[in-house]
């Protein structure tokens, strides 16, 4: 199957903000996206308990940001975004809740460039699955390291498959599982044929792989729950 453009992503998600301004009814399909994103964050906060400022990495409606703004305020915020309608919608909630600095870039991440050793925190929920080849993986991957500051923490809440094939196809029926007792075996299919056309999704152990290889000084698992996970590296 071809795979979905970039732009046919940001149309998606261009009519999906409000949706996704709520964190419920939002990530229905994701397993655990309250865990996650309250792991993420409070690790985050633990790596950096005097952190300045945050990147978040296809932000969405800014949930994350949030979030973390809740354990470390008056954050400087910069969120990325392919969503421009997105982007309007966290910088408009962010905004309200730091008395730091908020800037939006409306991009692909793999064309953005970011300032060195700025960020303490960047934080990736549900956006690197979007990339497609390894070298996209590694350009994305070692620009985030670089931009972080010394002791800074990169940290990921995404869909993730398994590198023996046997393994994966034991997961992700348990994941089609899940979607049917929750929608029925329509809204499984539904959610499968998304995956299909948009998704292409590394294991853990490639992305904590990667991040050795980039340069992080050591890297993390918080959470795994059939394809969903939550980790991340420490500079």
Known sequence: MK??????????FDN?????????????ATMDATIALELITSAAKAVKPNA???????????????????????????LIDLSQNMLDKAKERVSGETSGNVKIIQGDIRDINLPKNQFDIILAG?????????????????????????????????LVIQNHAE???LVWKMY?????????????????????????????????DLMK??????????????????FGGIK
């Open 3 to 12: 795979k979905s453009t970039v732009a046919e992503i940001r149309e998606r």
């Open 16 to 28: 999906e903000v409000e949706r996704f301004s709520n964190l419920e009814t939002g990530q229905v």
């Open 52 to 78: 300045k400022s945050i990147l978040d990495l296809g932000c969405g409606a800014g949930n994350y940001t949030l979030k973390m703004l809740s354990k470390v305020a008056d954050l400087d915020c910069t």
């Open 126 to 158: 549900a956006v690197l699955h979007h990339l497609r080849e390894d070298s996209d993986w590694e350009t994305v991957f070692q620009k985030l390291f670089d931009s972080l500051t010394p002791g800074g923490c990169f940290l990921i809440s995404d």
């Open 167 to 169: 393994v994966n196809q």
């Open 176 to 208: 089609a599982n899940y979607l049917t007792n929750i929608g029925g075996k329509e809204y499984q299919q539904k959610v499968f044929d998304y995956i299909e056309k948009e998704d292409t999704p590394r294991s853990m152990s490639y992305q904590l």
């Open 213 to 230: 290889k980039v340069g992080f000084s050591s890297v993390e698992i918080l959470h795994k729950n059939v394809c969903f996970g939550a």
